[in-house]
């Protein structure tokens, strides 16, 4: 799987949009880009996921680049629930049994 | 419906001492991953089961293994406890092997003292 490389942390004031890049400049054609976060003390939580073109769902927003080399999760209203550790992670989907491989992570913190 | 379930939560055993943990996926979910989450290591990968077949293993001592039951339930069990074995273990279930997304549960918080 492709390596992925995301700042170690961000802010974002409450009520902005955040927006979290991630750099996967090796990933091949056959590479799904993900996003999970994990808030303090839980599980991570699946966000949203996409090949090459936009995806949008009730959480997020997913921008990848045209030449996939990089992508942004967009959180459109950010809330001090939304602080976390948010993985990028890049890898085949269907069909293979490749488990997630979760790197350091971007810790947002939204601040009041 | 109900998420996944790990028991128990906590955990305090000693060096030497072995551990059995489990985990009850989602309903209907038949492929089950487990995790370790240390500070110094973050996210590592364990391995998957899926119809009680292990399908990927990380790379883990042979103290590490699992089972899977024919319910999908799932159990591991490190055996020898070594301090560095202290972490969060995560298990993560999903429809079937390597699906999209992977829905986790709160995790089993392991002491080795």
Request: charged share 15%; proline share 5%; hydrophobic share 30%.
């Given at each position: 799987?492709?390596?992925?490389?995301?700042?170690?942390s961000m802010?974002?004031a409450?009520?902005r949009a955040?927006?979290l890049?991630?750099n996967?400049?090796?990933?091949?054609g056959?590479e799904y880009?993900?996003?999970?976060r994990q808030?303090h003390?839980q599980?991570?939580?699946?966000i949203?996921?996409?090949?090459?073109?936009n995806?949008?769902?009730?959480?997020a927003?997913?921008i990848i680049t045209?030449?996939r080399k990089?992508?942004?999760?967009?959180?459109?209203h950010?809330?001090?629930r939304?602080?976390a550790?948010?993985?990028?992670?890049?890898?085949?989907?269907?069909g293979?049994a490749?488990?997630?491989?979760f790197?350091?992570?971007?810790q947002?913190?939204?601040?009041? | 419906?109900?998420?996944?379930?790990?028991?128990p939560?906590?955990?305090?055993?000693?060096?030497?001492?072995?551990?059995t943990?489990?985990c009850s996926?989602?309903s209907g979910?038949r492929s089950?991953?487990?995790?370790?989450q240390?500070?110094?290591?973050?996210?590592?990968?364990?391995f998957e089961?899926?119809?009680?077949t292990q399908r990927?293993?990380?790379?883990?001592?042979?103290?590490?293994s699992?089972?899977q039951?024919?319910n999908?339930?799932?159990?591991?069990n490190?055996s020898t406890?070594?301090?560095?074995d202290s972490a969060?273990?995560l298990?993560?279930?999903?429809l079937?092997?390597s699906?999209?997304e992977?829905?986790?549960?709160?995790?089993t918080r392991?002491?080795?003292?």
């Amino acid at each position: 799987d492709a390596k992925t490389t995301q700042p170690p942390s961000m802010d974002c004031a409450e009520g902005r949009a955040a927006n979290l890049p991630c750099n996967h400049s090796t990933i091949s054609g056959n590479e799904y880009v993900y996003w999970y976060r994990q808030i303090h003390s839980q599980g991570p939580q699946y966000i949203i996921h996409g090949l090459k073109n936009n995806e949008t769902n009730e959480m997020a927003s997913l921008i990848i680049t045209e030449d996939r080399k990089s992508s942004t999760l967009i959180l459109p209203h950010a809330t001090l629930r939304d602080t976390a550790v948010y993985y990028c992670i890049v890898r085949v989907s269907l069909g293979s049994a490749r488990q997630l491989t979760f790197g350091s992570g971007t810790q947002l913190t939204v601040l009041p | 419906k109900a998420g996944v379930t790990q028991t128990p939560r906590y955990l305090i055993k000693t060096r030497g001492q072995q551990v059995t943990l489990s985990c009850s996926p989602i309903s209907g979910h038949r492929s089950v991953s487990w995790y370790q989450q240390t500070p110094g290591q973050g996210l590592q990968f364990l391995f998957e089961y899926f119809s009680e077949t292990q399908r990927n293993k990380g790379n883990f001592p042979g103290r590490f293994s699992g089972r899977q039951f024919s319910n999908s339930r799932s159990e591991m069990n490190v055996s020898t406890l070594e301090l560095g074995d202290s972490a969060l273990y995560l298990c993560a279930s999903s429809l079937v092997a390597s699906y999209n997304e992977q829905f986790f549960g709160p995790g089993t918080r392991l002491t080795v003292l």
